[in-house]
């Protein structure tokens, strides 16, 4: 038995022995090291500055005018990916030490896929590039969620953001300060009109808020200050702000770079509402176009990609438009479940007479592209005539279709907003 465990013990020194050198010399391949992977699946290469997209590898493949979805890599691309990286390392180790201390930095550029997870790396901070998820004012954010604090926004404007910290006793001296804005008759009460035309006057401001935020990054990513922005200049600051370093940036101009799959897909989104915003068609942008890329949902023209937006995140089946089962995102197939699903779920419920009372207006099942459209516009007085609905209808107690000071004050959650009151409604989008 002793015989044969030493035998075993000196085939595999033996094979050790050699199989190294092999590897060295390139006869036998090294095992590849995987491919970064993002959120969702393998991450891949994407439009870099310049507009054209990469081949997947060297050998081949993929034409400058391919673009793979992530998770479409072939286990032959991910091998020699595997096998060029571990080249790639080695030959930066013997440079660097070839070369002495010279060359300090050299190892951190050897590899074409390095992960993002990378502690060592130090991300570049910048403030503003990315287009914002939220919209203010807006019922439905870009990621096709209810925008919880919309009630507050359109009836507060760009103000709505200093009544959560404050105790609720300033609070209701602030609140009685807009009701006398409100009360332009002076008759120490809000009528439907009244309320109508405040949301409008604050859903205006909050146009001019984003035109005016818009207008500040223009001068950060117009890195060149001519008064024009290039795909390239911002696709650089907007790589920067997602945390890719200098190193990763310079790989990904040349080709040699992937972003993480959440990257990769705001990156194509981006392009196609760069393309939208770019009105001559010359691929740049100046500033108000900017403006437009920045805050579609302020842009008559450029609300249609607002709609393509949400669609991309709810439409299962890719008709152009949402069933209820769709804007509640339950599986096609479990539709029937509905009713079953909703007695049990308020936020289902929810979202079931936001889409039969203030989308699906023609009631046939069917939120068609053209009421989307209608939904999402800021400047469709539906809106404000169905938030100054709401909020006459939970705070008018004696039912005269007039709100007084009082009945303001004692409803002061419903029209500053409650953080207690939303936060199931948060949790439940959160999971």
């Given at each position: 038995?002793?015989?044969?465990?030493?035998y075993?013990?000196?085939?595999?020194?033996?094979?050790?022995?050699?199989?190294?050198?092999l590897?060295?010399?390139?006869?036998?391949?090294?095992?590849p090291?995987?491919?970064?992977?993002?959120?969702?699946?393998?991450?891949?290469?994407?439009?870099?500055?310049?507009?054209?997209?990469?081949?997947?590898?060297?050998g081949g493949?993929?034409?400058?005018?391919?673009?793979r979805?992530?998770?479409?890599?072939?286990d032959?691309?991910?091998?020699?990916?595997g096998?060029?990286?571990?080249?790639?390392?080695n030959?930066?180790?013997?440079?660097?030490?070839?070369?002495g201390g010279?060359n300090?930095?050299?190892?951190?550029?050897?590899?074409?896929?390095?992960?993002f997870?990378d502690k060592?790396?130090?991300?570049?901070?910048?403030?503003?590039?990315?287009?914002p998820?939220?919209?203010?004012?807006?019922?439905?954010?870009r990621?096709?969620?209810i925008?919880?604090?919309?009630?507050q926004?359109l009836?507060l404007?760009?103000?709505?953001e200093d009544?959560?910290?404050?105790?609720e006793?300033?609070?209701?001296?602030?609140?009685?300060?807009?009701?006398?804005?409100i009360?332009?008759s002076?008759?120490?009460?809000?009528?439907?009109?009244?309320?109508?035309?405040?949301?409008?006057?604050?859903?205006?401001?909050?146009?001019?808020?984003a035109?005016?935020?818009s207008?500040a990054v223009?001068?950060?990513?117009?890195?060149?200050?001519?008064?024009?922005l290039?795909?390239?200049?911002?696709?650089?600051?907007?790589?920067?702000?997602?945390?890719?370093?200098?190193?990763?940036?310079d790989?990904?101009v040349?080709?040699?770079?992937?972003?993480?799959?959440?990257d990769?897909e705001?990156?194509?989104?981006y392009?196609?509402r760069?393309?939208?915003?770019d009105?001559?068609?010359?691929d740049?942008?100046?500033q108000?176009?900017?403006?437009?890329?920045?805050?579609?949902?302020?842009?008559?023209?450029?609300?249609?990609?607002?709609v393509?937006?949400?669609?991309?995140?709810l439409?299962?089946?890719?008709?152009?438009?949402?069933?209820?089962?769709?804007?509640?995102?339950v599986?096609m197939?479990?539709?029937?479940?509905?009713?079953?699903?909703?007695?049990?779920?308020?936020?289902i419920?929810?979202r079931?007479?936001e889409?039969?009372?203030?989308?699906?207006l023609d009631?046939?099942g069917?939120?068609?592209f053209?009421?989307?459209?209608?939904?999402?516009?800021?400047?469709n007085?539906?809106?404000?005539?169905?938030?100054?609905?709401?909020?006459?209808?939970?705070?008018?107690?004696?039912?005269?279709?007039?709100?007084?000071?009082k009945?303001?004050l004692?409803?002061?959650?419903?029209?500053?907003?409650?953080?207690?009151?939303?936060?199931?409604?948060?949790?439940?989008?959160?999971?």
């Open positions: 038995m002793a015989n044969s465990l030493l075993v013990t000196l085939l595999v020194l033996c094979f050790l022995w050699t199989y190294a050198p590897v060295d010399s390139g006869i036998i391949p090294p095992k090291r995987k491919i970064d992977e993002g959120l969702g699946g393998i991450a891949v290469r994407v439009i870099p500055p310049g507009g054209d997209a990469v081949q997947m590898n060297e493949g993929e034409g400058p005018d391919t673009i979805k992530a998770g479409q890599l072939s032959d691309d991910k091998n020699k990916a096998e060029k990286d571990t080249k790639e390392k030959e930066g180790k013997e440079k660097e030490g070839g070369e010279d300090e930095g050299e190892s951190e550029q050897s590899s074409e896929y390095e992960s997870d060592a790396d130090k991300k570049l901070k910048f403030e503003g590039a990315d287009p998820e939220h919209w203010d004012g807006i019922r439905l954010e990621n096709g969620k925008n919880t604090d919309v009630e926004e009836f404007g760009p103000d709505h009544f959560e910290s404050v105790p006793e300033v609070g209701k001296k602030k609140l009685m300060e807009i009701f006398k804005q009360d332009t002076g008759d120490a009460q809000l009528s439907m009109e009244e309320l109508i035309q405040w949301i409008t006057l604050k859903t205006e401001e909050h146009f001019r808020e035109m005016e935020a207008k223009f001068p950060k990513v117009d890195t060149d200050s001519d008064g024009k290039t795909w390239d200049e911002y696709t650089l600051q907007f790589l920067k702000q997602r945390g890719y370093n200098k190193n990763k940036i790989k990904f040349q080709g040699k770079q992937v972003l993480q799959e959440h990769e705001d990156n194509a989104i392009r196609d760069w393309m939208t915003a009105e001559n068609d010359d740049i942008l100046v108000d176009e900017f403006i437009s890329f920045m805050h579609p949902e302020h842009s008559q023209r450029m609300l249609s990609i607002v393509e937006e949400i669609l991309h995140e439409d299962q089946n890719g008709d152009k438009q949402l069933t209820l089962a769709e804007f509640v995102s599986p197939d479990r539709e029937e479940d509905l009713a079953k699903m909703e007695k049990e779920d308020d936020w419920r929810g079931r007479e889409f039969e009372t203030r989308i699906d009631k046939d069917v939120a068609t053209i009421e989307l459209k209608a939904y999402m516009d800021p400047k007085k539906q809106h404000a005539e169905g938030e100054a609905r709401h909020l006459m209808g939970v705070a008018d107690d004696n039912a005269d279709h007039l709100l007084s000071a009945e303001v004692n409803n002061y959650y419903v029209f500053i907003g409650s953080k207690i009151y939303d936060f199931a409604r948060n949790l439940h989008d959160e999971f």
